[in-house]
């Protein structure tokens, strides 16, 4: 690149990017700001500021490992969720747009107004501290079975200060014993062994233990619905994030564990995503 004005560094970046992302505009625009420290209306209103040979130099290595596929949000290490800015690495899964279809239909709900929750794999913590953000009065537990996803959970919560959350490692259920909610959520590993996604973009950088189950994706969300039975005070609600193609199983599991009112909901982009049901038991 010869030139580097901020307009000039972004064409050449995006062209750069073209062959090995989606979204090389928007890359080269976010992986920018970084390197200058500005927001992004700073784009539009100084396209002509001029790079540093310090800040061209390190901009020119970002889309470099770009371009080598690591995500955005692991090179700058934050991604926002639910207009919450969260620091993320390599331990967890990057949080996704999608998943703010279960936050907000989470929020819909009848709930009590200091409404127990329960969010099982928390990896950011995105789900519960979305969730705190718009209900500071429910009492939330987040659990992770790893040990550095508890310890970015942590700081994440710990830099928005949110005073409801309470964040633990656990094996799924194993730390709450005998404790009941009114709403569990999860964003559980339900991806397949052999799903071709695995060998495609962001997840390549993600845990497989984050993203991959056995039993045909199955095998921990079938655990988190059959303990979840356990742990669901009286009108309950459970809802689970999961693959396009996997609805009708868990409605189907959701039936045989004597689960009711049970209802798919559509992402963004029309697909099924997250299946909720209700413990009248």
């Not at 747009?97 to 819909?108: F, R």
């Not at 009590?112 to 009065?137: F, H, M, N, R, Y």
């Not at 693959?243 to 798919?264: D, E």
Request: glycine share 4%; charged share 20%.
């Amino acid at each position: 690149m010869t030139t580097h004005n901020v307009a000039q560094a972004i064409a050449w970046a995006t062209k750069f990017l073209e062959a090995s992302s989606d979204s090389a505009k928007l890359d080269s625009e976010v992986l920018l700001l970084h390197v200058l420290d500005k927001p992004r209306s700073f784009l539009f209103a100084w396209p002509d500021a001029q790079l540093s040979e310090q800040q061209q130099t390190q901009f020119i290595a970002l889309i470099d490992r770009r371009r080598q596929g690591e995500p955005v949000a692991h090179i700058v290490g934050i991604r926002e969720f639910w207009s919450l800015p969260l620091e993320v690495n390599a331990s967890t899964l990057i949080p996704r747009p999608d998943t703010e279809t279960l936050v907000e239909y989470a929020l819909s709900l009848s709930l009590p107004e200091t409404a127990k929750v329960l969010d099982l794999g928390t990896g950011t913590g995105a789900i519960a501290l979305a969730l705190a953000s718009e209900q500071p009065k429910w009492q939330i537990t987040a659990l992770d079975y790893s040990h550095d996803a508890v310890a970015l959970a942590k700081r994440n919560l710990n830099k928005l200060g949110f005073t409801n959350v309470d964040i633990a490692q656990s094996d799924w259920y194993q730390t709450v014993k005998d404790q009941k909610f009114d709403l569990i959520v999860s964003n559980p590993p339900y991806i397949e062994h052999d799903d071709h996604h695995l060998t495609q973009g962001d997840v390549r950088f993600e845990p497989l233990s984050a993203l991959v189950a056995d039993d045909e994706g199955m095998a921990d969300i079938k655990i988190i619905i059959a303990k979840g039975t356990h742990h669901l005070n009286h009108g309950g609600y459970l809802l689970i994030e999961h693959g396009y193609r996997q609805a009708v199983k868990l409605q189907q599991y959701f039936a045989q564990m004597a689960y009711s009112n049970i209802l798919t909901i559509k992402d963004m982009a029309g697909c099924d995503r997250v299946t909720l049901a209700q413990w009248l038991g």
